[in-house]
């Protein structure tokens, strides 16, 4: 009787408790009321899901679709792809049992060489693409195909084809592959070039091997460089969810139109973190007309190295804003330096589009067609100047062009009076790893919480000018340098892992 009872007093406990707990819930309202029976009840926590047909997702330029709409139009035209490598034993990411010491000696030595591999193992990555041309035209990124043996093309309707590569471009991480097939679905190109922050995007591809994905998001930011990930960087920031696998994968606007390449994601997880990179689809298509054409890419070259326009800068040069790119060089036989462009021209328009950037200049040029002559409108001294320049083949290696030789000499003053520096010999060639051609004076030493070191002079940094005036040795830099106020800014032109670079130090 001590079990039963001990059993039967918990049993009416839980029983108590659950009366009591739905008369509380149904005064509070928390159950279904009514005849027709019961409905689910809403979870507090995760939202309602709309009843009402979605309103159109409008973004500059015109009216778009509802999302449904556009994922439907969309994922036909997104495949997955599969590329295999041919690697060496050990190669992979763990490495193979055959050359762990720990199991060679749990085994033994004669094991191993009755079951030694016989074959190279294979490396299998996992990417996106997307068709552009119903005959199975693909763009997808360089380093979901590149160095592949073999490619293996799935579509939306689980169909798979052998894929072909047409092309790559490193550069620009784009690469193109075609596959044997007819009337396909495609997405139709956008101009990317009006593409404009706060716009809805979709991200479509297939991320960790999980296909046909469609994630949200809006435009974070547009011309996106300096990111490593590529050589020429113009990338789309988009919070989209982008993951491993959606590499080479679609990002497209509310008009279901193709706006770039899912090529990278900043993550310090492996995962999503709400920062992607897409490569836009203007950049996307000019790489690849030239590689189904000529199966490379031929890129214009100007000649100039070019940095951006601060406000310091700005005010040196008598700009009135930072909208423009400022020359600090320009190449002996350039395009550039045939049609008069000098060092210190803050270059404002090219070919009609304004420039604000120095990759927005360096993209524009780049995708400029050999031999076409462009007009570039430049500011000169505080006036506006305009010069026709006849556009040429990139050359594979580039030239730096020295600077002129000054005669007189003085003593360093002011915010120099703490950088010091020397003439430029053999050893000091050897030991900063400059050229034998270089002409200027070497930084040897930055005091310490000086104005210079602040501003960012460094050890083995080579001054060629000083508040424009040419330095070729010591005595011109010494000239250059002498009756410096100490409260006066400083101009420095200065050269640094071979690209020249204009600074200013003010106090």
């Known amino acids: 009787m001590k079990l039963v009872r001990a059993g039967l007093v918990p049993l009416a406990l839980v029983t108590g408790g659950i009366i009591i707990g739905i008369v509380v819930a149904s005064n509070m309202g928390w159950l279904p009321t009514g005849t027709a029976g019961p409905e689910p009840t809403p979870n507090p926590i995760a939202r ?249 890419v031929v890129r214009g070259w100007l000649g100039v190295a070019i940095q951006d326009l601060n406000p310091e800068l700005a005010t040196q040069f008598g700009i009135a804003d930072t909208k423009g790119v400022l020359v600090s060089d320009v190449m002996e036989d350039s395009p550039a330096k045939k049609a008069g462009v000098e060092r210190a021209d803050v270059i404002v328009e090219y070919d009609g589009k304004p420039m604000e950037s120095p990759t927005h200049l360096r993209n524009a040029v780049a995708q400029t067609p050999i031999g076409k002559k462009v007009l570039v409108k430049l500011i000169r001294d505080k006036k506006p100047k305009t010069m026709e320049i006849a556009i040429v083949e990139q050359p594979k290696s580039l030239g730096q062009p020295g600077a002129e030789e000054s005669r007189e000499s003085a003593v360093p003053t002011g915010v120099l009076s703490d950088v010091d520096v020397r003439e430029l010999n053999e050893e000091m060639t050897a030991r900063y790893g400059l050229k034998s051609t270089d002409r200027g004076v070497v930084v040897v030493r930055v005091k310490p919480g000086s104005t210079a070191e602040e501003m960012g002079v460094r050890e083995g940094d080579l001054i060629l000018e000083v508040n424009r005036k040419a330095v070729g040795s010591l005595k011109s830099y010494e000239q250059a340098a002498s009756g410096l106020a100490k409260d006066h800014a400083v101009l420095l032109l200065l050269k640094r892992k071979g690209q020249a670079i204009y600074l200013t130090l003010r106090p």
Do not use: C
């Open 48 to 296: 309602p899901v709309a009843t009402a047909p979605q309103p159109p997702m409008t973004g500059a330029g015109g009216s778009g679709k509802n999302f449904v709409e556009i994922a439907k139009s969309v994922k036909p035209a997104v495949v997955n792809i599969s590329a295999t490598r041919s690697g060496k034993p050990g190669d992979g990411p763990h490495g193979s049992p055959h050359d762990d010491p720990f199991f060679r000696k749990f085994f033994g030595e004669e094991f191993f060489k009755r079951d030694a591999p016989q074959r190279e193992p294979k490396e299998r990555g996992q990417g996106s693409g997307v068709i552009v041309e119903s005959n199975g035209l693909i763009v997808t990124n360089n380093h979901v195909v590149n160095k592949a043996d073999e490619i293996r093309v799935f579509l939306s309707d689980k169909r798979e084809f052998k894929g072909k590569l047409i092309g790559t471009d490193a550069k620009t991480d784009i690469a193109i592959v075609k596959i044997e097939a007819t009337g396909l679905s495609t997405i139709p190109w956008a101009d990317s070039d009006q593409l404009e922050v706060g716009e809805y995007v979709l991200a479509v591809g297939s991320p960790f091997g999980l296909t046909q994905t469609v994630t949200m998001g809006i435009v974070s930011a547009v011309g996106r460089a300096s990111m490593g990930i590529a050589e020429y960087e113009d990338f789309i920031q988009t919070d989209a969810a982008i993951n491993p696998g959606n590499s080479g994968g679609a990002l497209v606007n509310v008009r279901g139109e193709l706006v770039g390449i899912n090529t990278a994601i900043f993550s310090q997880s492996g995962g999503s973190m709400g920062i992607g990179f897409a490569v836009p689809s203007n950049l996307s298509r000019a790489v690849m007309d030239q590689l189904v054409r000529t199966g490379k």
